[in-house]
């Protein structure tokens, strides 16, 4: 079974300032990786996705995530946050070959403050 | 335009009451899923249907009864609803293939007193 552990529950940060969230994961199989993002009140969207290739991934938004195979995980990160980038954030898995189903951490929320 | 789209938004009701909520997908995609999210906004899996047929069924009390009457829409039918019951509930989809992604609903906040 996988299973997806996102250390920091809360993180506030000011504005402009560098953040990292992080996200571990446990599989006996090869996955795929996602971050979803879920604004207040709001359904989740997806932020960026490992699935091969290159080790770093972005996305539009300047967040970027990196797959360390060794150290199984896949921190999200971005060099200089806004205030629009206040919400919920989630670490997700897929196994490769297998069930479809995503396995989610538990979330982390950012809070960005001015 | 609406992607995912889910009915009701919200949902308020009394323990003992039976109650559906509803989702429908636009994308024409093949595979859709209920997720569950409490209130400390943990996600877990319920269900996945592929083309109508039942695919993953998690341990959910089996008074949760999904229905998809066809590939465009995937139903949610409680019975005797718990307190315990109150979450939000998310339905997605995607178009079956490994590199494809899962697109969610903006959620059915329920509420059980």
């Known amino acids: 079974a996988q299973s997806v552990t996102q250390l920091d529950s809360q993180v506030p940060v000011f504005e402009e300032a560098p953040v990292e969230l992080r996200c571990n994961y446990s599989s006996s199989v090869s996955v795929y990786l996602f971050w979803y993002v879920q604004y207040p009140n709001q359904g989740l969207q997806l932020l960026l996705k490992y699935l091969s290739g290159s080790t770093l991934v972005e996305s539009i938004n300047g967040f970027e995530a990196e797959f360390n195979k060794s150290q199984t995980s896949f921190h999200l990160r971005k060099p200089s946050v806004h205030i629009s980038d206040t919400a919920e954030y989630f670490c997700a898995v897929r196994t490769q070959g297998g069930s479809e189903k995503l396995v989610f951490g538990k979330g982390t929320k950012l809070t960005v403050n001015p | 335009d609406t992607a995912v789209s889910q009915t009701p938004k919200y949902l308020v009701t009394q323990m003992g009451n039976d109650k559906s909520i509803k989702c429908e997908q636009n994308l024409g995609h093949d595979t859709m899923y209920w997720y569950k999210q409490d209130s400390k906004k943990f996600l877990k899996i319920m269900f996945s249907?592929?083309?109508?047929?039942?695919?993953i069924n998690e341990t959910v009390p089996n008074r949760f009864s999904p229905k998809s009457p066809d590939k465009a829409h995937l139903n949610l039918h409680i019975n005797s609803l718990e307190l315990g019951d109150s979450a939000v509930y998310f339905c997605a989809s995607r178009l079956a293939g490994t590199y494809n992604e899962q697109f969610f609903g903006p959620g059915t906040r329920l509420t059980v007193l």
């Open positions: 249907y592929n083309n109508k047929e039942l695919i």
